[in-house]
């Protein structure tokens, strides 16, 4: 069984998801990052896309919009301006993201 360790999403409005989680998978402005538990202290600019956080009941998709991941001491922050989960896979999640970027250009016109 794999060690698990603390995931929250959040944005300004919301906690959209908080829970125990044994695996993280999130795109960064760097490239991909995978996280484990005792994963080193990390900070690093997210890129707008998918992150999948899996757990012991499954897994949960989240369409973001950019922000920030911080790692330490077994906790995983995700902040970002917005998210969407999604019932469906990184696809989905994908569409959700860009989905969101739409919205945000059109809100800046």
Same mark, same amino acid.
């Not at 999604?86 to 993201?97: K, Y």
């Given at each position: ?7 929250? =999403? ?5 906690? =959209? ?15 991909? =990052? ?29 369409? =973001? ?21 999604? &019932? ?15 919205? &945000? ?5």
């Amino acid at each position: 069984m794999a060690t698990n360790f603390q995931v929250d =999403i959040v944005t300004p409005e919301a906690v =959209i998801w908080s829970g125990e989680a044994h695996m993280l998978l999130a795109r960064t402005t760097e490239g991909d =990052i995978g996280v484990l538990a005792n994963h080193e202290p990390t900070m690093a600019a997210l890129a707008t896309g998918a992150v999948t956080v899996r757990h012991d009941s499954g897994s949960v998709t989240a369409g =973001i919009h950019g922000g920030f991941l911080q790692i330490y001491r077994n906790q995983v922050t995700l902040l970002t301006d917005r998210a969407e989960l999604t &019932e469906g896979g990184v696809e989905e999640a994908r569409a959700a993201a860009s989905a969101l970027r739409d919205a &945000e250009v059109e809100e800046a016109e």
